[in-house]
């Protein structure tokens, strides 16, 4: 029976991958991601190169070139159905858009694992990712309470339209309307990127002489608020999402009040699992939530390791919630 996993991030970094060893399958899988910029997405892609070395099956990464292009995620989903491999891990550049493209995956009978974004629609093996909206509420909720639960406070979007900017912008709202001496200013969309948030931060700074906090939808544009506000020579808190290294090393060094795990080696790990183990006829979830953990000084030192060094957990010693 298909179970439901509230999974920890916190156990990547101790555990080794020799704990469960399999027999040699040697299941080709191929891993789609939105970008080659975002750490999250390069995490990703790590975890799922661990997960596929521990169980004996061959990864092939497809990465558009051009950040979130839905035309070249589609002319590539099409080149993977010619070429046929046994299973899909999937991110969608966008959950509404690429729905035809899901629906191309599921005609060709490939066995595919929706991750950290949820399609709209589509037949899937299972979904792994994380709330959106949690870790956008809770990382708002302790910026908030940094800043005395009053002040100005402008917000960096991501892509506007996605489900994920959707949801952790609806988190930040939620968080604000029990905040009512918290002011936003300004919210304006930075596309998860650092350039374009660092430009966007430097334009809101010159026409908003007080700023206290600023709220970015994940730690690239995060990096970017840091860089115009240093440029700047004025200070803010700043609060990320995706518990990034450069995040985390933020956090550490004091120039980030905090930023929202969402656990992007391990989801990498997870999907790519449980894309082997269904092919191998093994029990799996039919879908892992990661929990909201914010990261702040009070535990960054334990997610400061580089994501290279990192290994899979082996099936056996995922928790089950």
């Not at 991030?9 to 789609?32: D, I, K, M, Y």
């Not at 070395?53 to 993977?80: F, G, R, W």
């Not at 939808?217 to 999402?241: P, T």
């Not at 009070?298 to 082996?314: D, F, G, M, Q, R």
């Amino acid at each position: 029976m298909k179970a439901h996993w509230i999974v920890s991030t916190l156990l990547v970094a101790g555990l080794s991958a020799t704990a469960n060893a399999q027999t040699p399958g040697g299941e080709r899988l191929a891993v789609f991601t939105k970008n080659q910029t975002n750490p999250f997405f390069q995490a990703f892609r790590l975890g799922a190169d661990s997960a596929a070395k521990q169980l004996n099956a061959k990864v092939t990464h497809y990465v558009p070139t051009k950040p979130d292009s839905i035309p070249e995620q589609m002319s590539q989903i099409e080149d993977v159905i010619v070429k046929k491999p046994n299973a899909i891990v999937y991110i969608p550049v966008d959950y509404k858009a690429m729905v035809p493209g899901i629906q191309k995956m599921n005609a060709a009978k490939i066995p595919v694992v929706n991750a950290t974004d949820h399609s709209e629609s589509g037949e899937f093996v299972s979904f792994v990712g994380a709330s959106d909206y949690a870790l956008a509420f809770e990382s708002s909720r302790i910026l908030f309470k940094a800043m005395g639960g009053k002040g100005n406070v402008v917000a960096i979007e991501g892509v506007k339209g996605t489900l994920t900017n959707t949801d952790r912008m609806r988190g930040f709202a939620d968080a604000v309307k029990q905040n009512p001496n918290i002011k936003v200013v300004a919210s304006q969309p930075g596309n998860y990127q650092r350039l374009l948030a660092l430009q966007v931060m430097e334009n809101l700074m010159q026409s908003n002489p007080q700023i206290d906090g600023i709220f970015a939808a994940n730690d690239a544009m995060a990096s970017g608020a840091i860089e115009a506000l240093e440029g700047a020579k004025r200070k803010a808190l700043v609060v990320g999402i995706n518990g990034t290294k450069e995040g985390v090393d933020a956090v550490i060094a004091g120039k980030m009040l905090a930023t929202g795990d969402y656990g992007g080696f391990m989801q990498g790990c997870l999907s790519t699992m449980i894309a082997v183990r269904h092919l191998r006829k093994q029990t799996v979830p039919k879908e892992v939530v990661f929990p909201p953990v914010v990261i702040d000084k009070s535990n960054a030192a334990k997610y400061s390791v580089p994501v290279e060094t990192l290994s899979c957990p082996s099936w056996a010693d995922m928790p089950k919630g």
